[in-house]
């Protein structure tokens, strides 16, 4: 049995596209229109504001800045009429969380840092789909030096951040990552209790 590789496609990355960012997401623009045509299906009074839903599905950001929302949970919450954690319903958000090690150096503080609503420095540029996959084909029987070991702690650290990112619990935008919104806030709260005990 052979195994190929695909290698005639262009991989665009989340974390810097300038050509497609706006597709991740809705736009402020279009959260706006939507919360418009929400006010005619219900009575306009028990309608959700526009700012409901920009505190707590916004928060994500194109390369130039610009406001991207959830989406899915944008969706659900104008058809349901409520706001409520969505997001986490997608089903990944447990393998992240499952995935985070606060064994490598600092996660804890930087999850902490991020509930507070301070940003992280961090270059994340390097890692697409092929990085990951090599990453995660090293050896780790080699022996290894002091100065082995933090960079492979770095790059743990940039594979989960990235991974974060890409299934979109964090959010990049000029070399710093953040917790996009209060829907993912309260679910980063949830998961330093779930690891404490």
Not at 101 to 127: A, M, P, Q, W
Not at 149 to 172: A, C, H, P, R, W
Request: net charge negative; hydrophobic share 25%.
């Amino acid at each position: 049995m052979t195994q190929s590789t695909i290698n005639c496609f262009n991989e665009y990355s989340m974390l810097n596209d300038k050509d497609y960012y706006q597709y991740f997401g809705f736009t402020e623009q279009e959260v706006i229109k939507l919360c418009e045509i929400n006010k005619t299906k219900y009575n306009e009074n028990e309608t959700l504001e526009y700012e409901n839903i920009e505190n707590w599905y916004n928060g994500y950001k194109g390369y130039n800045g610009k406001k991207i929302f959830n989406s899915w949970s944008v969706y659900h919450a104008l058809q349901n009429n409520r706001i409520e954690n969505y997001w986490i319903q997608t089903g990944r958000f447990n393998e992240v969380v499952d995935s985070i090690d606060f064994k490598i150096h600092g996660v804890k503080n930087d999850i902490l840092d991020l509930i507070k609503g301070d940003d992280i420095s961090i270059e994340l540029e390097k890692y697409g789909v092929e990085d990951l996959l090599k990453d995660t084909e090293t050896n780790d029987s080699q022996e290894k030096t002091k100065k082995d070991n933090d960079e492979d702690n770095i790059n743990k650290k940039k594979q989960l951040y990235s991974k974060m990112v890409t299934y979109g619990f964090l959010t990049y935008c000029n070399g710093k990552i953040s917790i996009p919104n209060k829907e993912l806030q309260e679910e980063f709260i949830k998961i330093l209790k779930k690891k404490k005990t």
